[in-house]
């Protein structure tokens, strides 16, 4: 066509803008349950109970006795970009909360049915609220409830179907379901973590107990009873980077029974400040710990803690990844940390200073 013909270029409809934007964040039943995990511990709750059946594709509820959302706030709170959390820019640089984007519940309310139940403490009732595509169906309704919220997923995906058949086996959504509360479980001993996986494996739980040991133990059994730390580092100097670590027992190689985690595969659990996060180069710097010895760790908690400043947390929308200054200098150290030498149990501090 020529010059001055009608333009080709269209807005796309804000209905197709919104569901892209849910693909992104919402690939998959386990990171639906990763934010709802991450909405309740914003909400301060101290037990959550996360329910999935067929791999979380049929149903996700995770139920927290959380501080509840107010019934003014039921309207617009599965609308895109709305959030309690954050106000400006600038308070990207200090957020404390997992949320920030306003994008989770809105995503998930365009990729399948949601309702959510919801009462403050000083609410005389609960109240509850049925979304599609951001908004509410029908009025917010009264009922009864216990403080907290309930979000309840149906039919994930259900007009996705590409989406569904890309994804694997129930079993493996289940899996990584599995994963990402066994993670946050750990991380958040203070929180009494419960899946319910109705017959498609026995339930998860922790007991709230405050210590990571504790939380583990209730997860791992007892292969993973014995905790070791170790340290590097000089305090005198500026601390850039602080890491708490847990080992398991290592386990040596050969055919051991080991309560039925295949004894070659280890678990890397990395947090950087509070965030679960992937880190392909720190889990190889690790690996490459052990690489020499004649043992295997099955379990590896990382729990860093990063100035703010220096890490950005917002590269991705699933937030699965976070990007630091230093990042080179951070996995060396990690590396020297040699945690087969150090033999204290329970729970330490790893101070990694950068010069
Ligand atoms: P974000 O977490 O980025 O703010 P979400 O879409 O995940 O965005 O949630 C939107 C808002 O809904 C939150 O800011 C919060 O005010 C409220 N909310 C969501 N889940 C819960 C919950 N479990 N308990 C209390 N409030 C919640
Ligand atoms: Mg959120």
Redesign the pocket.
Known sequence: TQGGDAGMIRKLPELVINQIAAGEVVQRPANAVK??I???L??Q?TQITISARAGGLKLLQ?Q?N????ARA?MDI??ERH?????RELEDLQTIA????????????SHVAHVS?T?RTADAPCAYTCEYADGKPKAPTRLCAGNA??T?TVEDLFFNQPTRTTALKSATDELNKIADVVTRYAVHNPAVSFTLRRFGAGNDLRTPGYGTVPAAITALFGSTVAKVRHGSIGDEEREVVLRAAGVLARPLFLGPVANGGRSSKKSMFMLFINERSVECRQLKQAIDLLFSTQDVVCPLVYLDLKIDPRRVDVNCHPTKNHVQFLDQTAVFERVQEVNFLDVEVEGLGTIVVCLA
């Open positions: 934010e709802l991450e909405n309740s914003d909400a709750a995770v927290d959380g501080k509840g959302i706030d709170v599965c709305t959030t309690s959390k954050l909360s997992f949320g920030f984007r306003g994008e989770a519940l809105a995503s998930v959510l919801s907290g919220t979000v």
